[in-house]
């Protein structure tokens, strides 16, 4: 999950960084082959993260699972058990001879597709803080999420307590 988010908004939030270098250290941050990365394979990564923006961005669950459908019907996946460290016996799900963008985006629409048969789509969403674009998926025990970061929330949260101060 955690990989899709910062893809998203690496490549479609204000500020974001899609560089190559930033990409390589998406993937070694969130467990990846990042070692296979090739800067060639930047535009597939930019490219994925533009796809999966809407996923967030959906209001209606059924558009989220439209979206979702779509996709697992278009990227080829060949689930299967994988065990090796650091993850120890897990699911993989593209073929293991896939280039690294396929296993990828393979990978994280899977997770997201586990999110939403989990959770339903309140647990992603974009920022709430006023002038955010970010995106988030909240994989917490409350579940009640609704900006990309604490900085986002402190902020918001502070505004709110200093308008009711003058008010």
């Known amino acids: 999950m955690s990989a899709a988010v910062a893809l998203v908004n690496a490549v479609t939030a204000?500020?974001?960084?899609?560089?190559?270098?930033?990409?390589?250290?998406?993937?070694?941050?969130?467990?990846?082959?990042?070692?296979?990365?090739?800067?060639?394979?930047a535009e597939d990564f930019r490219r994925w993260g533009r796809v999966l923006r809407p996923f967030f961005e959906a209001a209606r669950l059924r558009d989220a699972t439209e979206l979702l459908n779509r996709l697992m019907l278009?990227?080829?996946?060949?689930?299967?058990?994988?065990?090796?460290?650091?993850?120890?016996?897990?699911?993989?799900?593209?073929?293991?001879s896939s280039r690294l963008p396929d296993r990828f985006r393979a990978t994280t629409l899977m997770n997201l597709a586990e999110l939403v048969v989990q959770y339903g789509l309140g647990r992603t969403g974009v920022c709430a803080a006023d002038g955010c674009d970010r995106v988030?998926?909240?994989?917490?025990?409350?579940?009640?999420?609704?900006?990309?970061?604490?900085?986002?929330?402190?902020?918001?949260?502070?505004?709110?307590?200093?308008?009711?101060?003058?008010?």
């Open 74 to 96: 278009e990227i080829p996946m060949h689930p299967h058990l994988s065990d090796h460290e650091p993850h120890g016996l897990h699911m993989h799900y593209a073929p293991p």
């Open 14 to 41: 204000t500020g974001g960084d899609d560089s190559a270098g930033a990409l390589r250290r998406l993937l070694r941050d969130n467990e990846f082959f990042w070692q296979e990365f090739d800067d060639a394979d």
């Open 136 to 167: 988030y998926a909240d994989t917490s025990r409350a579940g009640r999420r609704r900006f990309c970061t604490e900085a986002c929330a402190n902020r918001t949260n502070v505004a709110a307590f200093r308008a009711r101060r003058r008010t």
